[in-house]
């Protein structure tokens, strides 16, 4: 389906720009104005001024009273809870007999390592206690907390409503000062969370770690003016959110998609069928950062990935770029060309505990 986007102003709040030296004393950053694209559906992503850090942004939201990831204090109550919810007599059969039980003429195995990651467990519980929490007040969510619909339904029953969507565009003018807002496991962009601030709500932020983990890391390739290569499907609402803490980025889904970027920088090398700048464009058009120009942006790279890829395609995909940046630049020139990290999540790579089940 295609998304219109647009552009909109909106100020930031001078509150969340105050920071505290070393000595105590407290400075406030310049008041302005800055460009954001406006929130669709999760292939939207956001574009913002080049002078918006939105590392900075992020780092003094977590500090601003509105705002909570930790809980809370309501945590041993609310595993309990969900343990009676999404548990069984069976599931409890089962483990107490290794993991495997007769019915008749029926066998059933349970996979060793099933249920929730940690940080779907967290971003459950965390959402179950902001209803806790807030009895009375109106509490939205920015997308699915995680793709679960037993889990999703559950929070609709504790009335947490979805931020409705309309032409693919969130609408987020039905939040109003003093409601809740709960940011999924799978994080929300930069323009979203700017865009929350200003309505002055209270902000629930359920992001897992490990994706806050490869925020860190793209956040790294901008400040090296490097361009990212994300592994992941660019309409998946994490990718979405990664790619608006990214500076120059392109999105590739799998080995064949990285295979092409990596054709293109070789000039045809490695498949013997070169690309034009337009085709790669064309190709790649939904994945790509504004403005972004083959030519130019594929001189330094760094890879980062959707946490809940398969890892070894995602370390294929490094390896591949890391052999194809030697190739072109010299293996004494690769540390000024190519940079890699780990953002790999161990958990999503048990396909029964969180790819299926979870993320």
Known sequence: MAITLHLCRLPYRTDLFFSESLAGKVSLSRRKLISVRCSGDSSSSAAVESDFDAKVFRKNLTRSKNYNRRGFGHKEATLELMNREYTSDIIKTLKENGFEYTWGNVTV???????????????VQIAYEARKQFPDERIWITNEIIHNPTVNKRLEEMKVENIPIEEGEKQFEVVNKGDVVILPAFGAGVDEMLNLSNRDVQ?????CPWVSKV??????????????????????????????????????????????????ILGGELNGSSSTREAFLEKFKKALSPGFDPDRDLVKVGIAN???????????IGKLVEKTMMRKHGVENINDHFVSFNTICDATQVTTRCNVQAC
């Open 203 to 207: 902000i629930v932020d359920t992001t």
């Open 306 to 316: 959707q946490t809940t890829m398969l890892k070894g395609e995602t370390e294929e």
């Open 215 to 264: 925020w860190n890391t793209v956040e790294k390739h901008k400040k090296g003016d490097y361009t990212s290569i994300i592994h992941g499907k660019y309409a998946h609402e994490e990718t979405v959110a990664t790619a608006s803490f990214a500076g120059k980025y392109v999105i590739v889904k799998n080995m064949d998609e990285a295979t092409y970027v990596c054709d293109y």
């Open 109 to 123: 195995k349970l996979a060793e390592a099933y249920g929730f990651c940690w940080g779907v467990e967290r971003a």
